[in-house]
């Protein structure tokens, strides 16, 4: 079993930055994939970004450039790193771990364990 909890949401304006922290138990998180996606309201809960055990990474062509993922697995800990937001990068972001196969890594249903969710709103 593996627990995950999120820390780091927060409001901020546009063109702002934020960190965002995944931080795992139970589990070496070297072992597995992790990543972040984002559900906003009324919206279907989307990958943000995925890093896998062995080191590669896919980001969402929406937050290529501007978001960045790093992994402190040390700690157990992955990071997002959020600048240059914008309006419309608000929404609840939630941690996923440990890809199962069976599905599209973009899909919810690949992966075993998720956080709790934190909210990211952002301002124009």
């Known amino acids: 079993q593996v627990q995950l909890v999120e820390s780091g949401g927060g409001s901020v304006s546009a063109g702002g930055s934020l960190r965002l922290s995944c931080a795992a138990s139970?589990?070496?998180?070297?072992?597995?994939?992790m990543g972040w996606f984002r559900q906003a309201p009324g919206k279907e809960r989307e990958l943000v970004v995925i890093?896998?055990?062995?080191?590669?990474?896919i980001y969402a062509d929406s937050v290529k450039g501007r978001f960045t993922i790093s992994r402190a697995n040390a700690k157990n800990t992955v990071y997002l790193q959020m600048n240059s937001l914008k309006p419309e990068d608000t929404a609840v972001y939630y941690c996923?771990?440990?890809?199962?196969?069976?599905?599209?890594?973009?899909?919810?249903?690949?992966?075993?364990?998720w956080g709790q969710g934190t909210q990211v709103t952002v301002s124009s």
């Open positions: 996923a771990a440990d890809f199962k196969g069976g599905s599209s890594y973009r899909s919810i249903y690949g992966y075993n364990y």
């Open positions: 890093s896998w055990s062995g080191g590669s990474v």
């Open positions: 139970g589990r070496t998180s070297s072992d597995y994939a």
